[in-house]
């Protein structure tokens, strides 16, 4: 079996990638940006919000630009250290109604030229 060890010097993290659309609200507040600001609240090492161009989630609705409606799908990744993205996780599970929701082992290297 290969080895997942990186030949760069990094440390475990856990990535947590969270897909949406661009209607999913929580409250009066767009739940991407509610994601986001809580994720630099607890300061995370990263997050970002990627913008689809067609997809579909649990429902099976598929998600689009359309002239008439915006429905596109959204996917959010952050990563940091596995308690740090366990405890993140655990807080906004409260928010995640209908979102689908992966959490993977990955390797965080360190910086470049270090």
């Not at 809580?38 to 990263?46: E, I, N, P």
């Not at 996780?89 to 082992?105: H, K, N, Q, R, Y």
């Given at each position: 079996m290969r080895s997942t060890q990186s030949h760069f010097p990094g440390r475990p993290a856990k990535r947590l990638t969270l897909l949406m659309s661009v209607h999913d609200h929580v409250r009066h507040t767009s739940l991407q940006l509610e994601v986001l600001k809580r994720a630099r609240r607890a300061k995370l090492a990263g997050a970002t919000v990627f913008e689809g161009v067609e997809g579909f989630g649990t429902s099976g609705r598929v998600h689009r630009e359309h002239v008439i409606s915006d429905d596109r799908?959204?996917?959010?990744?952050?990563?940091?250290?596995?308690?740090?993205?366990?405890?993140?996780?655990?807080?906004?599970?409260?928010?995640?109604?209908?979102?689908?929701?992966?959490?993977?082992?990955?390797?965080?290297?360190?910086?470049?030229?270090?």
């Amino acid at each position: 079996m290969r080895s997942t060890q990186s030949h760069f010097p990094g440390r475990p993290a856990k990535r947590l990638t969270l897909l949406m659309s661009v209607h999913d609200h929580v409250r009066h507040t767009s739940l991407q940006l509610e994601v986001l600001k809580r994720a630099r609240r607890a300061k995370l090492a990263g997050a970002t919000v990627f913008e689809g161009v067609e997809g579909f989630g649990t429902s099976g609705r598929v998600h689009r630009e359309h002239v008439i409606s915006d429905d596109r799908p959204l996917a959010i990744v952050l990563v940091d250290r596995p308690e740090r993205i366990d405890a993140f996780l655990e807080s906004i599970a409260p928010l995640l109604d209908g979102v689908a929701v992966t959490v993977d082992d990955v390797e965080m290297l360190d910086e470049w030229g270090s």
